[in-house]
């Protein structure tokens, strides 16, 4: 729970809050989305038709990812499990209508990754169109998630369904082996959404255009409204992602719905965005979430065995300024039916966690000030980053490799805004209030979900946050190319993020000049020669590619092709006497996934990348 909620006095109008839902009936099972265990994975993007479990919307059109190998999913998508070190492989296709013309990307949230992987807006793909993304996971154990990212189009495809999480597991982790650690048996996802209905067509409203009469926006946990779920009377971890587009939650565990402030489980907060917690398992009652954010808890059911229990929404408690406060009573989003007996395995609390890491005692190398504008309700403003939108085509940050820099990043809006960074986990260093409140880690009232690595923050209107973080993989020389060098820095509100736009599922209108998103690159110190003359554009077909692969260009004089896999490492590398058209290329001793084809020639060097299937 956020420690000065207290301090602001003044209401603002939002635009959007959650309602009351009243007499809540609980008579649909949560769904719990199946697990993938396996290096590659393929997934399709698909259109579907979804329940959301109460009356009226059943038959709604949604959005889901879909595993070849699995159950046909009709919103969301499978868990993922990623393993430290591995070489993760994952195909995704989008299988949505030509006719729709709609581009998606595949946003693999919190990972540290290259930037021509990260599935940011460079990395899109229209119908009928496949991406390949494959790396080392260099990730620390935790929750990360994935969802779309393609300009003009996030908030459309989240908000219909697009989005599923991520476990990162390590062999040998000590601390999984103490703690409830069984998909689907101890360790639950939580994805909570907000979405708003129009009533009249039982479909989603992705306009995002201001309440009306018609409209309520409703929160969904996996996928329904009101669910429930049996639970055992011993520790639980659940996995909780703040999946909304806008909302931002303030929850807890509670045994009854009609005095939740004197009835509430203290549970314990285990990890944070990227990871455990440093040193010691947080004790808490409360637990503000906002966009994009995750959060690892566990509860022990033990003390009530045979009861029911409620995860509360409390909007009222929420800043003001928060997209999401409203002056509802607690709501209760989820039912959870507590058995009478134990069943093994029974985890516990870890005995021991990760010390606090050294990055919190060096200096930084670097500080920047990054300043959250715009004046939308006053003076009609737009939101920005530093007074300006997001640009495509610019690199707004540079950033050097194996350096360790500090942003402050200040709200100068009346709304509170969730900022991710995209590739690092930072750590919060201090966090700074209008109203003359002040801490730091170990400080009275510093954040418990602040203590541990992070990637996304809830920033309220007229704080400053500093934030620290280390760049230490995928640089570039300069000049960068954007498709392989540019990384995110945003706004998670998705109407705030690339710009408001008003989309439908099939179609894109005008957008209005909104855009807190910017670009950051890591530069490994080089220059490339910018004097050297650009060489014959080439084209390489098909791709994908089984066993033959082709080089369309012209060369005047003798030029190089290699092969090399995404670490850089050369699989093949063959010298081309002149030539003009097509030159074959056997790649069928070739390690079947992503490769980069680098051509090497008199007139200058193109590298690109090439799917083997």
């Avoid at 009351?20 to 579907?48: C, H, K, N, W």
């Amino acid at each position: 729970m956020h420690p000065q909620k207290l301090l602001y006095a003044c209401a603002l109008l939002l635009l959007v809050f959650a309602p009351e839902v009243s007499q809540a009936q609980f008579t649909v099972r949560m769904e719990i989305p199946d697990l993938y265990d396996r290096r590659g994975d393929s997934l399709t993007v698909d259109i579907e038709t979804h329940d959301f479990g109460v009356p009226g919307l059943n038959n709604v059109e949604t959005m889901a990812y879909n595993h070849k190998f699995g159950r046909r999913n009709d919103y969301l998508g499978p868990s993922l499990t990623w393993y430290v070190g591995d070489n993760q492989s994952t195909h995704i296709k989008n299988q949505l209508p030509m006719n729709s013309g709609m581009r998606t990307t595949v946003h693999w949230h919190g990972a540290d990754i290259p930037a021509y992987m990260d599935g940011g807006p460079h990395q899109y793909f229209d119908p009928g169109g496949s991406f390949t993304a494959e790396f080392p996971v260099l990730d620390k154990p935790t929750t990360l998630w994935y969802h779309p990212h393609a300009e003009d189009v996030t908030y459309t495809q989240v908000q219909m369904g697009l989005a599923g999480i991520i476990i990162v597991r390590e062999r040998g982790d000590t601390i999984a082996a103490q703690i409830p650690n069984t998909y689907g048996w101890d360790d639950f996802p939580l994805i909570i959404q907000d979405i708003r209905f129009i009533d009249s067509t039982q479909t989603i409203d992705t306009t995002q255009g201001p309440p009306g009469s018609d409209k309520e926006r409703m929160i969904v946990v996996n996928g329904t409204v009101n669910p429930y779920m049996d639970v055992n009377p011993q520790p639980t971890s659940f996995r909780i992602l703040d999946g909304s587009t806008r909302n931002a939650y303030m929850l807890s565990f509670v045994t009854d719905t009609a005095d939740p402030g004197n009835t509430q489980i203290p549970f314990h907060l285990l990890a944070s965005d990227g990871g455990y917690l440093p040193d010691s398992v947080r004790r808490v009652t409360q637990l503000e979430t906002g966009p994009g954010i995750r959060n690892r808890v566990i509860v022990d059911f033990a003390s009530v065995a045979g009861d029911t229990v409620y995860l509360m929404n409390s909007p009222a408690e929420l800043a003001d300024g928060v997209i999401g406060k409203s002056s509802s009573t607690p709501v209760p989003i989820l039912q959870l039916r507590v058995g009478q007996q134990a069943v093994s395995p029974i985890g516990g609390l870890p005995r021991a966690l990760p010390p606090i890491p050294a990055i919190d005692t060096m200096g930084p190398d670097t500080t920047r000030t990054i300043l959250l504008t715009g004046d939308r309700g006053r003076t009609g403003e737009p939101f920005g980053i530093d007074s300006s939108q997001y640009d495509f085509n610019k690199i707004n940050t540079v950033v050097k490799l194996n350096t360790v820099e500090d942003w402050v990043v200040k709200n100068l809006t009346e709304f509170a805004h969730p900022f991710h960074v995209h590739l690092v986990q930072f750590y919060v260093m201090e966090i700074n209030a209008g109203s003359g409140f002040s801490a730091k880690p170990g400080d009275p009232g510093f954040p418990a979900e602040a203590l541990g690595p992070k990637d996304d923050i809830l920033i309220w209107p007229g704080e400053e946050w500093r934030i620290r973080m280390r760049f230490h993989t995928y640089a570039q020389p300069k000049p960068f190319n954007l498709d392989s060098s540019a990384y995110m820095y945003h706004c998670h509100i998705l109407t705030h993020e690339d710009g408001y736009y008003r989309a439908t599922a099939n179609t894109l209108a005008s957008r209005s000049p909104w855009g807190m998103m910017q670009q950051f690159a890591v530069w490994d110190g080089t220059v490339t020669s910018i004097d050297k003359p650009v060489a014959e554009e080439m084209t390489l077909y098909p791709n994908p590619a089984e066993n033959k692969l082709y080089l369309n260009a012209e060369s005047q004089k003798m030029s190089t092709i290699r092969l090399m896999d995404i670490q850089g490492r050369i699989l093949m590398e063959k010298v081309l006497p002149p030539f003009t058209g097509s030159v074959p290329i056997d790649v069928s001793d070739i390690a079947r996934g992503l490769i980069l084809v680098e051509w090497d020639s008199p007139d200058g060097k193109q590298v690109k990348k090439v799917v083997l299937e």
